[in-house]
């Protein structure tokens, strides 16, 4: 009877031949075998565990542990991939898959409980990256003291401890405060220089440190860098314990720094560096001293305040202006600037300037067309405009006084590519034409209409008056613009 079976089906299908070998291995295999290599099997089950764990490191933490319920053998595969990133997306859905007790958590003890609990079952030889983002303060300071214990100890490349998730700052008093115990420092900052032989072996693997909203003081900073060997990138956002900032000594291999609304900071000390890039966010400091950094070509800056603020910052880096490529400044625009404030000193190696304002009412922007007079080799301009208020649309309130805009007037031998975004219909119209009137020779020209704000929601939308070009607007705008020219206008 089975071989009739097989020979009208081989007629028609050549791949019956090896059901029947499949068949056959069932008998000699047995039942539970045989009916899994017939249906094709679990075949990612039988890869090694190395395997495994590579492709469970592409996915999210929270997808990785869900795989956990697949089967026994999938059960703690998870526990050795070495990206830990915990996000407030990732660990709010666990409260109803992994109970970790009949007690009610409000949102960060449950945070930090889960992030715990996973720290525990990690059984991986070394970890890459450890990230929290998630809104703790110094309630939850003896879990995350064990977290970056645990961290260090692993080895770890990336440390990112972001536990701020506010628009708002906040309060100094509630920030967690990394203790110098938890890095096997004594408390005496004498110790810190000599205290080599309580370094934790991450010291030496180190590449990456970010804090945001976590208080560290400036003894520990300079320990971190003299103690990390490989630190490339250092972030400092929201640091309430930060007076004096020091990175001195070409023995440093500090790439990229960032000083984000470190409000009580007083001095900023770089010299001898290899710094690459440098971003600097916040009021003033007292004394900004900045020199021999020959690799420093990418600033960003963004004083909280107006143009004039950003130039008297941005006047201190005068070390650098010889070989800036990138430059990027993001300023309130309340008010119409005097010239001199947006004359900045000649950038001849600027390649891309990147602008971002935010305005609370209809003023000309032509003033900030004046920067890059000074500035021939520019190749790219970008102008991302944030609005505040409901005078979005209409006419312009003061408009721009004659020597404004007079000086914005002349041509540009090497801008290419032109880029805005956050465009309103009426506001910006004589933005654009003055842009286009400057370009000599343009390559690529980017309107972007979409709202800028990712948290506003349809009303706000409304109200702030974003919303798609007409065709008759689209089509003036597109008047303007030479044949030759790639014009493109993103829409939501």
């Known amino acids: 009877m089975p071989t009739s079976v097989v020979t009208v089906h081989d007629e028609t299908c050549n791949g019956r031949r090896g059901d029947l070998e499949e068949r056959s291995h069932k008998w000699k295999g047995g039942r539970g075998q045989g009916l899994r290599h017939r249906r094709g099997g679990d075949r990612m089950s039988e890869l090694p565990d190395e395997i495994l764990v590579s492709i469970l490191s592409r996915l999210t933490l929270r997808e990785a542990v869900g795989t956990s319920v697949l089967s026994k053998r999938w059960r703690y595969v998870w526990t050795c991939i070495p990206d830990l990133s915990f996000d407030v997306n990732d660990i709010s859905p666990f409260c109803y898959i992994y109970p970790l007790g009949d007690h009610e958590y409000d949102r960060s003890q449950w945070g930090s409980q ?12 070394n970890v890459d990256e450890f990230r929290v983002c998630y809104d703790l303060d110094k309630a939850c300071s003896s879990h995350i003291d064990r ?7 692993n080895r770890v490349h990336t440390v990112e401890l972001c536990l701020s998730n506010h628009f708002m700052e906040p309060f100094p008093n509630k920030c967690y405060r990394l203790q110098r115990r938890v890095l096997g ?23 990456t440190l970010s804090l945001k909203a976590v208080k560290v003081d400036d003894e520990t900073i300079e320990y971190f860098l003299s103690n990390c060997p490989l630190l490339e990138r250092l972030s400092l956002h929201l640091n309430f314990r930060l007076r004096n900032l020091k990175v001195v000594g070409r023995s440093l291999l500090l790439r990229h720094l960032e000083v984000v609304r470190c409000c009580r900071v007083k ?13 600097y966010a916040g009021k003033r400091p007292k004394t900004m001293l900045l020199k021999n950094a020959p690799k420093l070509v990418e600033v960003s800056i963004n004083p909280d305040g107006s143009m004039l ?33 947006y004359m900045l000193p000649e950038l001849k190696n600027l390649k891309q300037f990147v602008l971002i304002v935010e305005r609370w009412r209809n003023h000309s922007l032509l003033g900030f067309l004046v920067m890059i007079r ?25 408009a721009p006084r004659a020597n404004m805009r007079e000086a914005a007037r002349y041509c540009h031998p090497c801008l290419k590519v032109v880029e805005i975004a956050g465009y ?69």
């Not at 001095?267 to 001898?272: K, M, R």
């Not at 080799?377 to 005078?391: A, D, F, I, P, T």
């Not at 400057?438 to 009303?459: C, F, G, H, L």
């Open 114 to 125: 889960w992030v715990s609990w996973v720290l525990a079952q990690h059984r991986g030889p």
């Open 147 to 153: 977290w970056i214990e645990f961290a260090l100890s």
């Open 185 to 207: 420092l004594s408390a005496l900052g004498s110790s810190l220089k000599n205290s080599s032989s309580n370094m934790f072996v991450g010291f030496k693997s180190l590449k």
């Open 267 to 279: 001095t900023i000390e770089i010299c001898d560096t290899n710094l690459v890039s440098f971003t």
């Open 309 to 341: 603020r950003a130039r008297a910052i941005f006047l201190q880096l005068s070390c650098c202006f010889s070989q800036l490529e990138n430059l990027q400044l993001t300023v309130y625009h309340s008010e119409l600037e005097r010239l001199r404030n």
């Open 374 to 398: 000074n500035w021939p080799n520019l190749e790219r301009l970008v102008l991302r405009l944030r609005y505040n208020g409901r005078h979005r649309h209409g006419s312009f309130r003061d």
């Open 424 to 492: 309103c219909n009426t506001c910006d119209f004589e933005l654009f034409k003055h842009i286009i009137e400057i370009v000599v020779i343009p390559e690529k020209i980017i309107i972007d209409t979409r709202n800028p704000n990712p948290y506003s929601d349809s009303d706000s939308e409304n109200e702030d008056g974003y919303r798609e070009l007409q065709n008759d607007e689209e089509q003036q705008l597109r008047t303007l613009v030479s044949p030759g020219v790639e014009f493109v206008i993103l829409k939501s």
